[in-house]
């Protein structure tokens, strides 16, 4: 259950050196986190942290849940600080409530892998070679890496048809084959669209995506709420966080953003839920406040689509976007935005009997 090695039926290309993720590195390449030689202290650190984390999951995970009922608020600050990356995998199951449903459902991955069909497999099948391209377990056409992507979404769509497959999706279940199997994989996409833990996030990928558009009201006004100077110029500048925060909640921020970066969203993101998604999202804003402010239109898209290297440091940025506090405002949100699109779909109702009459 511990993390999947890249180098396992992989070949890792000759021409490109490979970062400490699996991604094939270029020139421009931001950096993968640091990567300068630990000194003998910083190993011991390093180890000392580690034991802690064994300690604390105990065999297969026996501990978690005792320790995280005695000790919630020593999990969540250790959380908080990153992962060790080689317990990654067998942590994120634990602290999503995927190992729960694999324990709970033997067999039915394989079911629905073998035996069933799914009206999406073409959609999937096109887009599993833009997933992740740069990295080398998913480079291979048809490899390891492209089969697993595929039967893990593949078993989604038809495990949820409503839902079925949407683009995005892939950027789930691809980080996730890097750290576990294709069936605990597979349980933990359930976990986070059905909402083992936290709130369901398959309302992210429903026709017309409706979360989405929650997620990016509520953000919206959070944003002018704390920073009213920068809501004002994208007032000004008609910029609305549909143009570019969407792929910020549908992905995680697994998408574009640095790996070792969005490591630490996810770490987080699993145990606490979708509110750090609008944490680091504000965080990033309030760093950039100050250059975002001056921009015109056409530099203002490319600066939020494009923070710079700075920005994107884990031990800069998460502590930043601890400090917004955001669940009751979040709340109250959600209420406002339910509230008025039940009047907007009650104004609907009555045109279309309207025109019925």
Known sequence: MEKKRVDESVQVPASGRVDRFGFVKQEHNSPDGPSRNKSALEYQREQKRLRKWR??????GSDWKHYVRRRGHVVKRRIRKGIPDCLRGLVWQLISGSRDLLLMNPGVYEQLVIYETSASELDIIRDISRTFPSHVFYQQRHGPGQRSLYNVLKAYSVYDREVGYVQGMGYLAGLLLLYMSEEDAFWLVVALLKGAVHAP???LYLEGLPLV?????????LMREYMPKLGEHFTEEMI??????SQWFITVFSYSFPFHLALR???VFLYEGVKIVFKVGLALLKYCHDDLVKLPFEKLIHALRNFP????N????????YSFKVSKRLEELKQEYEKIHG???????????????
């Open 309 to 312: 290297d700075d920005a994107m």
């Open 240 to 245: 609305n966080p549909s143009m570019y925060g």
């Open 201 to 203: 996030m398959e309302g």
């Open 343 to 357: 009047k907007v779909a009650e104004s609907k109702s009555k045109q279309k009997q309207l025109q019925l009459a």
């Open 213 to 221: 558009q929650q997620y990016l009201f509520q953000f919206d006004r």
């Open 265 to 267: 969203i996810w770490d």
């Open 55 to 60: 300690k604390m999951i105990g065999v297969g």
């Open 314 to 321: 884990p031990d800069t940025l998460l502590p930043m976007a």
